[in-house]
């Protein structure tokens, strides 16, 4: 037995203490309450004391007397004590020592008074028995029990069957099928049962079984024949085998179990009369084929969904669904018994055994059965009925009261949320998607789920928290597993949608939105029955989408509206596929989904972002350039479904934030779309010139005026999206995003991108910025604006913020906090006048800037604030277009708009008086609004001004250069910010003219114009396509102030006269008496603004020829948007009209959309034609005097040098105090010569580049002569070497045929041979240089020209450095090794250069006079005296002689040299001639220029490019006279002709397409 409990010294110590101990021990013992254990431990205590006996430690009578004591104890003690002997006479029994066995025996023998005989007769072996004198021999007594065994076990008693006995069994049916609502009861009837058992000796078995007869047909009595049968029936065993074999008679093959039989079952299972195993195995289908049958259900449905979306022919169609007409019939389920005992137990509400039952089959298949469903949401209203009259019934409602269950062995009814947990769930969780049998048991749930979040939402204290998140966990998986699945299987319910939303609005997004990816992604994959209802609903969907149109919307929208009741998902993952792709379905997709419920709506924003964050879709197209379509169409329908229907925004605001973080900006297209559509602000670069002007008025103006649309009623749509980036703090955070993402554009996702997607993808982020900031500082209060955004360098420094953006976001900031204290000092003060109101204003700006320019401190270096004051960069950067002037233009063109309506509105007579009333009430309101508002902008620019004007004094220090000065402001402010947005544009040009205005000391903005207009093309080539848009704006509104100036001089006088802006200083004392501030006079403007326009030409040009993609679209979007203002020139319009017609040319058919640009830009430059001017009425040019002719000769861009170099050297020494001392002690007199003589030396230059001025004056014949035997030796040369190329060659006779023409005719025409042109250049050169030097001084010519002379040579180096140094630099961007060598090479070509070369390059200017002609027939032409006529003639003679001989004896060996050969010889040629004419030849070079680059052929093409702007004196070499560009296409015919009849077919075809070209 188990170890020892009584310690051996109370065996030893028995008298004395022991016995003592024991007996107290024992009643220890006997007092606890009567268990195993309990029972074990007096075993234990019994069989130790009896060991003690029989080892012979304790006497006998001792211990028999001490048991007989402890027998009284309990009642159970004999027992006990029997139950110990039976284990000793065993171990007594096996043992040796007879002593022990004595001990045994006479121990037993002694207690015989305290136990049972009948027990120990029992328990003892019968030879114990005997020796104790219980029985008298041991052997009868075996025989004895063997025979009660066999008469008990296995003897059968004979009774009395039905057929045998009817009387007895008659009385039975009667005694059962008596009333029973007396007081009859079944103890009674029992009585007379068994009676008429031992009477008629009738079966019991038979009994039973009638009994269950009689209970079957009277199955509502359970109250009785439960009793009946628990008292008469002795096995369980037997009743189980009883109900089997009823079971069993009724599976014949079409043979049905009657429900009763289901419901004794059930009833008797329920109070454990039978166990489920033991009837389970008697029932029928098997579980293995109930498994087999749901398989192949789920395969069934499987196929109706794969036939559902194929196409299938209309005959096979009919033919399918014969077949299953026949296979309906023929298939009649069989009788299920398992489920019939199931739906018993769950109507008698026995959820345990049904549980086990359902355990046994496939997950919801028991379910399905809809007989089972509706049994168990019976169930479910009983339970969940007091909690939900408590708790979840909705105001007004009454409902009808449920009965309860009679039976108590029912589950109880949950009276609180906690109750629920034990078993509702868990029934709900099995009764899954079949819910949809009870939609008001649906309806329950949900509203208990409300009460419930409800309660949880207040729900606060800690100990309580746990189990309510385990209820609230419990509630998200019975939406998931039971109500969204059931929703689905609900035909178009829209009650339940909307009750369902009650509950699950509750729910933060992010649960919604996982719940909605359950139900679409998995949901619908477990379930035979869903996996059908998914193909109809898209089978559905794709005939409703075939059909939609604008036209039938309403009835479409219906239809959709049915649909999406039920199976929202599934729905609108079809119609976003389809939108996808077809992106014109978005408009009647959005009006057709109004009849949506508030559910569908929640689930319409998952499935769209689910959409959009589709990993297996590309967001760009294949060529990597642009974004995809798809994302476009998603974009568009998101801006407009948002803005048009109330669906959340806070999980698609998520999606963007989230993808910003990971570095991904594609996604930015939605939330541009989304702002647009709800909040009506539109980014858009493409703006009018009326919209651009209305969007620098106030909110109301911005909204009638600025935008292309009307966008009407946002104020609800922005007040959503408020809210929502407010509610979840998202509005912060993309700002910042997207400010730090238009960096992570270029140089973290743009590494591998395409240039052009990248540009798209930094404009993209960088517009949404804008729009999004806009829509924030119109939307935000001024608590909530100033609460969210932090200070400038908190943004800058912490956030890394660029500047740019972070004063965009602090702006608004800074103008609420102004006007917010202005009124705070007006309540303070009352004072009404003007000044103490622009006082308080000032006082205002003061205390809220102040901490501003502390903080603008720490964002750059110390070295920058030694210039600019960080209260100029403040304000720059603090200010709008709001506060620097009024669109008055703008209000006036809305207001006399809406006057236009309201009297419209009175004329319509069709209208209704009401709606007249209505509308004419809405435009006087809007009119009153918007002329307030001017008003109100009016006081506001006064006061703003006003303050501006007091602090001008303060803003340049100036401690550096003015040069340095205007760099840093360019460089901090206005290029940053000119590219922002449009209306930054503008205001960086208006800013520039309003420091000008308020005549700020330090500012030059001479110089300020000059850097913006010379150096552009490194910003061009740096900006995106919408930034050059923008960029283009503010070169426009620039050349707009400066076309102003130079149109007039009252208003160059009025507005720039005497502006510190317009300052040239020349320190030379005894100038005026003393150290004095020189103005730049009119006319020396009009040559600074005609070098500007030669600047903006020369960058253009040089942009167009690169090639690069980025470079042509930028130039050809900023030359569009400046067109208004330039070119203004007509030869430089000429060259760029050249240029830009060769890139249509070339890129038609490479890069269409730069071919679109060029194709528009170049309609648009010829309808400005009419507007240009010759250059000579652009600026005043000195030059000699001349015959009156109609038109006055035009000069190219080249001679810009002259007004360039006086105005630009004369800032540039009022700048840097570059002139020495020698300098300023030189006289008046010597400073008049120095500026005569670079006049004339640059008019030199304009007639050299030109090839065109005539001499009028007979001055300097000495200077002829010597010119003239120059020229002699040149020819003769020419004639020994081999003709250049056969472009060269052709350009000498169409000269020859044209110097023919010119014998005939009396006109001057500029088309001449190579070799006569070059001298007649040289002649005019001379002369005109003569003839100006005459003027000036004519007593001292020989020193005069000596003078002109040496300025000249410095003049070429002046002008570089003066004139043009920025676009000169910039124009050679693409040095790499071989291009600088080669630039070198051609420089030295450049500078001396050689009548071969001019005629190598001849055809191609042919080519630009002859189109130039066109155009402008009758612009220039000059009369030449007679006798300078003669000597051209008798020149031009000697060469056409010569040049003819050679000619033919040279033909054929002239046509095979190659271009390389021809080069070489333009190098001789170059060198041969330096060493003859020496350095002055060099004066007179020329280079390939802006004008004439377009036209040149490939190979010149690739000599020249690189060094297009060398000089600006060569840039107007096409300018021909009408006469002789007719004469010289006329002369190209005929030579065309002669070079036929020799057989040059080469030449000629060569020849032709010059000329076409």
């Given at each position: 037995?188990?170890?020892?409990?009584?310690p051996s010294d109370w065996i030893k110590n028995w008298d004395k203490s022991g016995k003592n101990e024991f007996f107290q021990f024992f009643q220890d013992l006997a007092g606890k309450p009567s268990s195993h254990e309990f029972v074990k431990d007096l075993q234990t205590a019994l069989y130790e004391l009896c060991w003690h006996v029989i080892q012979g430690n304790l006497k006998v009578d001792v211990a028999a007397s001490l048991l007989a004591d402890v027998m009284e104890l309990r009642d159970d003690m004999p027992s006990i004590l029997a139950d110990v002997f039976c284990i000793l006479d065993i171990e007594t029994g096996c043992l040796e020592e007879k002593h022990k066995r004595d001990h045994f025996t006479q121990l037993v023998g002694a207690c015989l008074i305290c136990v049972p005989d009948g027990m120990l007769k029992e328990r003892l072996d019968p030879e114990t028995l005997e020796s104790l004198g219980l029985i008298k021999q041991a052997q009868q007594f075996n025989q004895k029990i063997v025979k009660i065994k066999t008469k008990l076990f296995y003897k059968q008693q004979k009774f009395n069957l039905l057929r045998e006995e009817n009387e007895g069994y008659a009385k039975l049916i009667t005694e059962l099928g008596q009333d029973l609502s007396g007081n009859l009861t079944s103890h009674l009837v029992l009585e007379n049962i068994k009676s008429l058992i031992g009477c008629f000796n009738l079966d019991p078995n038979r009994v039973l079984d009638i009994i269950l007869e009689v209970y079957e047909c009277r199955s509502e009595h359970d109250e009785f024949f439960i009793p009946l049968i628990k008292s008469y029936m002795c096995e369980h065993q037997t009743l189980c085998h009883m109900l089997g074999f009823k079971f069993k008679f009724h599976q014949e093959p079409n043979g049905e179990t009657p429900s009763s039989l289901y419901h004794i079952a059930a009833a008797l299972l329920q109070h454990n009369l039978i166990a489920l195993e033991d009837l389970y195995v008697h029932l029928l289908p098997l579980d293995s084929s109930i498994v087999e049958e749901h398989k192949r259900e789920i395969l069934e449905a499987k196929q109706i969904a794969r036939k559902l979306t194929m196409v299938v022919v209309p005959s096979e169609k009919n033919d399918e669904k014969e077949k299953e007409k026949e296979e309906e019939k023929n298939e009649k389920p069989p009788d299920n018994q398992k489920l019939g005992l199931l739906e018993a137990l769950l109507r008698i509400g026995d959820w345990q055994h049904a549980q086990s039952i359902m355990d046994q089959m496939p997950a919801f298949y028991?379910?399905?059965?809809?007989?089972?469903?509706?049994?168990?949401?019976?169930?479910?209203?009983?339970?969940?009925?007091?909690?939900?009259?408590?708790?979840a019934v909705p105001k007004g409602a009454k409902g009808g009261l449920m009965t309860p269950l009679r039976n108590k062995q029912a589950l109880r009814p949950a009276e609180s949320f906690d109750h629920l947990s034990k078993d509702v769930f868990n029934m709900l969780c099995y009764l899954g998607p079949h819910l949809s049998h009870d939609p008001i048991l649906f309806a329950k749930v949900v509203r208990l789920g409300k009460s419930f979040m409800k309660e949880y939402q207040i729900e606060s204290r800690q100990d309580t928290k746990d189990k309510t998140d385990s209820l609230l966990?419990?509630?998200?998986?019975?939406?998931?597993?039971?109500?969204?699945?059931?929703?689905?299987?609900?035909?178009?319910?829209?009650?339940?949608?909307?009750?369902?939303?009650?509950?699950?609005?509750?729910?933060?997004?992010?649960?919604?939105?996982?719940?909605?990816?359950?139900?679409?992604?998995?949901?619908?994959?477990?379930?035979?029955?869903?996996?059908?209802?998914?193909?109809?609903?898209?089978?559905?969907?794709?005939?409703?989408?075939?059909?939609?149109?604008?036209?039938?919307?309403?009835?479409?929208?219906?239809?959709?509206?049915?649909?999406?009741?039920?199976?929202?998902?599934?729905?609108?993952?079809?119609?976003?596929?389809?939108?996808?792709?077809?992106?014109?379905?978005?408009?009647?997709?959005?009006?057709?989904?109004?009849?949506?419920?508030?559910?569908?709506?929640?689930?319409?924003?998952?499935?769209?972002?689910?959409?959009?964050?589709?990993?297996?879709?590309?967001?760009?197209?294949?060529?990597d350039t642009t974004i995809s379509s798809w994302l476009q169409s998603l974009a568009s329908l998101c801006g407009a479904v948002f803005r048009k229907y109330p669906i959340e925004l806070a999980g698609l605001l998520q999606y963007v934030t989230n993808q910003l973080k990971a570095g991904k900006s594609f996604d930015l297209l939605i939330l541009k779309e989304v702002v647009q559509k709800m909040a009506g602000i539109e980014i858009t670069d493409e703006m009018t010139v009326e919209q651009l002007e209305a969007m620098t008025g106030g909110e109301q103006l911005k909204a009638e005026g600025g935008y292309f649309g009307q966008i009407r009623n946002t104020k609800k749509s922005s007040l959503r999206l408020k809210d929502a980036l407010l509610d979840h703090e998202l509005a912060l955070p993309l700002c910042l995003l997207m400010a730090q993402q238009r960096n992570g554009v270029v140089f973290s996702e743009g590494g591998e991108k395409h240039l052009k997607l990248v540009g798209k993808l930094y404009d993209q982020c960088h517009d949404t910025l804008v729009q999004f900031g806009g829509f924030l500082a119109s939307n935000l209060s001024t608590e909530d604006y100033i609460k969210r955004v932090p200070s400038v360098d908190v943004l800058c420094n912490q956030f890394h913020t660029p500047h740019d953006a972070a004063f965009f976001l602090s702006r608004p900031m800074y103008a609420h906090q102004i006007l917010s204290k202005y009124d705070e000092l007006k309540k303070a003060e009352k004072g009404n006048r003007q000044q103490q109101k622009v006082h308080k204003y000032i006082a205002a700006c003061e205390q809220v800037m102040a901490p501003v320019h502390e903080a603008v401190v720490s964002l750059h270096l110390p070295k920058v604030w030694d210039d600019l004051r960080p209260q100029f960069y403040a304000t720059f950067w603090s200010l709008t277009m709001y506060d620097l002037a009024v669109p008055h233009n703008a209000y006036d063109r809305e207001v006399n708009k809406l006057k236009m309506q309201i009297k419209a509105i009175d004329e319509n007579t069709e209208m209704p008086l009401n709606k007249k009333k209505k509308e004419k009430e809405r435009c006087t309101a809007l009119q009153d609004k918007l002329q307030e508002e001017e008003k109100k902008q009016l006081e506001h620019v006064q006061r703003v001004l006003h303050r501006l004007k007091l602090e001008k004094d303060n803003w340049l220090?100036?401690?550096?250069?003015?040069?340095?000065?205007?760099?840093?402001?360019?460089?901090?402010?206005?290029?940053?910010?000119?590219?922002?947005?449009?209306?930054?544009?503008?205001?960086?040009?208006?800013?520039?003219?309003?420091?000008?205005?308020?005549?700020?000391?330090?500012?030059?903005?001479?110089?300020?114009?000059?850097?913006?207009?010379?150096?552009?093309?490194?910003?061009?080539?740096?900006?995106?396509?919408?930034?050059?848009?923008?960029?283009?704006?503010?070169?426009?509104?620039?050349?707009?102030?400066?076309?102003?100036?130079?149109?007039?001089?009252?208003?160059?006088?009025?507005?720039?006269?005497?502006?510190?802006?317009?300052?040239?200083?020349?320190?030379?004392?005894?100038?005026?008496?003393?150290?004095?501030?020189?103005?730049?006079?009119?006319?020396?403007?009009?040559?600074?603004?005609?070098?500007?326009?030669?600047?903006?030409?020369?960058?253009?040009?040089?942009?167009?020829?690169?090639?690069?993609?980025?470079?042509?679209?930028?130039?050809?979007?900023?030359?569009?948007?400046?067109?208004?203002w330039y070119p203004k020139v007509l030869n430089l319009?000429?060259?760029?009209?050249?240029?830009?017609?060769?890139?249509?040319?070339?890129?038609?058919?490479?890069?269409?959309?730069?071919?679109?640009?060029?194709?528009?830009?170049?309609?648009?430059?010829?309808?400005?034609?009419?507007?240009?001017?010759?250059?000579?009425?652009?600026?005043?040019?000195?030059?000699?005097?001349?015959?009156?002719?109609?038109?006055?000769?035009?000069?190219?861009?080249?001679?810009?040098?002259?007004?360039?170099?006086?105005?630009?050297?004369?800032?540039?020494?009022?700048?840097?105090?570059?002139?020495?001392?020698?300098?300023?002690?030189?006289?008046?007199?010597?400073?008049?010569?120095?500026?005569?003589?670079?006049?004339?030396?640059?008019?030199?230059?304009?007639?050299?580049?030109?090839?065109?001025?005539?001499?009028?004056?007979?001055?300097?014949?000495?200077?002829?002569?010597?010119?003239?035997?120059?020229?002699?030796?040149?020819?003769?040369?020419?004639?020994?070497?081999?003709?250049?190329?056969?472009?060269?060659?052709?350009?000498?006779?169409?000269?020859?045929?044209?110097?023919?023409?010119?014998?005939?005719?009396?006109?001057?025409?500029?088309?001449?041979?190579?070799?006569?042109?070059?001298?007649?250049?040289?002649?005019?050169?001379?002369?005109?240089?003569?003839?100006?030097?005459?003027?000036?001084?004519?007593?001292?010519?020989?020193?005069?020209?000596?003078?002109?002379?040496?300025?000249?040579?410095?003049?070429?180096?002046?002008?570089?450095?003066?004139?043009?140094?920025?676009?000169?630099?910039?124009?050679?961007?693409?040095?790499e090794g071989v291009e600088s060598e080669r630039e070198q090479k051609r420089r030295k070509l450049d500078t001396h250069s050689s009548p071969s070369h001019s005629s190598a390059v001849k055809d191609n200017l042919n080519d630009f006079k002859d189109s130039a002609s066109k155009h402008h027939p009758n612009h220039s032409t000059v009369q030449p005296k007679s006798k300078e006529k003669d000597d051209e003639k008798k020149e031009s003679d000697k060469s056409r002689d010569r040049s003819k001989e050679r000619e033919k004896k040279e033909d054929?060996?002239?046509?095979?040299?190659?271009?390389?050969?021809?080069?070489?010889?333009?190098?001789?040629?170059?060198?041969?001639?330096?060493?003859?004419?020496?350095?002055?030849?060099?004066?007179?070079?020329?280079?390939?220029?802006?004008?004439?680059?377009?036209?040149?052929?490939?190979?010149?093409?690739?000599?020249?490019?690189?060094?297009?702007?060398?000089?600006?004196?060569?840039?107007?070499?096409?300018?021909?006279?009408?006469?002789?560009?007719?004469?010289?296409?006329?002369?190209?015919?005929?030579?065309?002709?002669?070079?036929?009849?020799?057989?040059?077919?080469?030449?000629?075809?060569?020849?032709?397409?010059?000329?076409?070209?």
């Open positions: 037995m188990a170890a020892l409990i009584f028991a379910t399905s059965h809809k007989a089972i469903a509706i049994a168990l949401c019976q169930l479910l209203h009983l339970i969940v009925e007091p909690l939900y009259r408590r708790a966990s419990c509630f998200l998986s019975i939406a998931d597993q039971v109500l969204l699945p059931s929703l689905s299987l609900m035909e178009c319910n829209a009650c339940m949608s909307e009750e369902l939303w009650g509950f699950f609005k509750l729910f933060p997004y992010q649960h919604r939105y996982r719940l909605y990816g359950q139900w679409k992604n998995e949901t619908y994959g477990n379930h035979p029955l869903l996996v059908k209802i998914k193909a109809q609903t898209v089978d559905r969907a794709k005939y409703i989408m075939k059909r939609l149109t604008k036209e039938n919307v309403k009835p479409s929208g219906r239809q959709i509206g049915k649909l999406s009741h039920s199976n929202p998902t599934i729905l609108f993952d079809y119609i976003l596929s389809q939108i996808q792709w077809y992106d014109n379905l978005i408009t009647p997709v959005v009006d057709s989904l109004k009849y949506l419920t508030s559910l569908n709506y929640d689930v319409l924003a998952y499935c769209i972002i689910e959409a959009l964050a589709n990993p297996e879709k590309e967001k760009m197209k294949h060529d220090l100036a401690k550096s250069t003015k040069n340095e000065t205007i760099t840093k402001f360019l460089q901090l402010c206005i290029f940053p910010r000119c590219v922002f947005s449009a209306i930054d544009a503008v205001y960086c040009a208006r800013f520039v003219e309003l420091v000008h205005q308020q005549k700020t000391p330090n500012f030059c903005t001479l110089l300020c114009y000059d850097r913006v207009f010379s150096d552009i093309i490194y910003t061009v080539a740096s900006c995106t396509e919408n930034e050059s848009r923008r960029y283009g704006r503010f070169l426009c509104c620039m050349l707009e102030t400066v076309t102003r100036w130079h149109s007039d001089r009252a208003i160059y006088e009025k507005e720039c006269g005497n502006y510190p802006g317009f300052l040239t200083i020349f320190r030379a004392s005894g100038f005026d008496g003393g150290n004095k501030a020189d103005q730049l006079d009119y006319e020396n403007f009009r040559h600074v603004v005609h070098k500007w326009h030669y600047k903006l030409t020369k960058a253009s040009v040089h942009c167009l020829e690169t090639g690069e993609y980025t470079h042509i679209r930028n130039i050809l979007i900023v030359l569009t948007k400046i067109l208004p319009g000429q060259a760029l009209e050249c240029r830009v017609h060769k890139i249509c040319q070339e890129e038609k058919e490479k890069r269409p959309d730069l071919y679109a640009l060029a194709m528009g830009y170049s309609g648009q430059l010829k309808g400005r034609k009419v507007h240009m001017v010759p250059e000579n009425e652009f600026h005043h040019k000195e030059q000699p005097v001349r015959s009156a002719t109609p038109g006055t000769l035009q000069n190219g861009p080249g001679n810009t040098g002259k007004p360039a170099a006086t105005a630009a050297a004369s800032a540039g020494k009022a700048e840097e105090g570059a002139v020495d001392d020698s300098d300023k002690s030189k006289d008046k007199s010597q400073a008049a010569q120095k500026t005569a003589s670079k006049n004339s030396t640059a008019a030199n230059k304009v007639s050299s580049s030109n090839g065109s001025s005539t001499p009028n004056s007979t001055k300097g014949s000495k200077e002829k002569e010597d010119k003239e035997k120059t020229t002699k030796e040149k020819k003769e040369k020419k004639e020994k070497n081999p003709g250049s190329t056969p472009e060269a060659k052709a350009g000498g006779k169409d000269k020859q045929k044209e110097e023919r023409s010119k014998e005939e005719k009396p006109i001057d025409s500029k088309e001449k041979t190579p070799k006569a042109e070059k001298d007649k250049r040289k002649d005019d050169k001379k002369e005109e240089k003569s003839k100006i030097d005459g003027k000036s001084a004519e007593k001292e010519w020989s020193k005069e020209r000596d003078v002109s002379n040496d300025s000249k040579t410095k003049e070429g180096s002046k002008v570089e450095k003066n004139a043009g140094a920025g676009s000169l630099k910039s124009l050679v961007p693409r040095s054929r060996k002239d046509r095979k040299r190659d271009y390389s050969n021809s080069d070489r010889e333009m190098s001789q040629e170059a060198k041969r001639r330096k060493d003859e004419n020496g350095m002055s030849s060099s004066k007179h070079s020329k280079s390939a220029s802006p004008s004439e680059s377009p036209h040149s052929n490939d190979k010149d093409n690739g000599k020249r490019s690189k060094s297009t702007s060398k000089d600006k004196s060569d840039l107007a070499k096409p300018e021909k006279t009408s006469g002789g560009k007719k004469e010289s296409r006329h002369d190209k015919e005929k030579s065309e002709k002669k070079r036929d009849s020799t057989g040059a077919k080469e030449e000629k075809k060569h020849h032709k397409s010059e000329k076409h070209r």
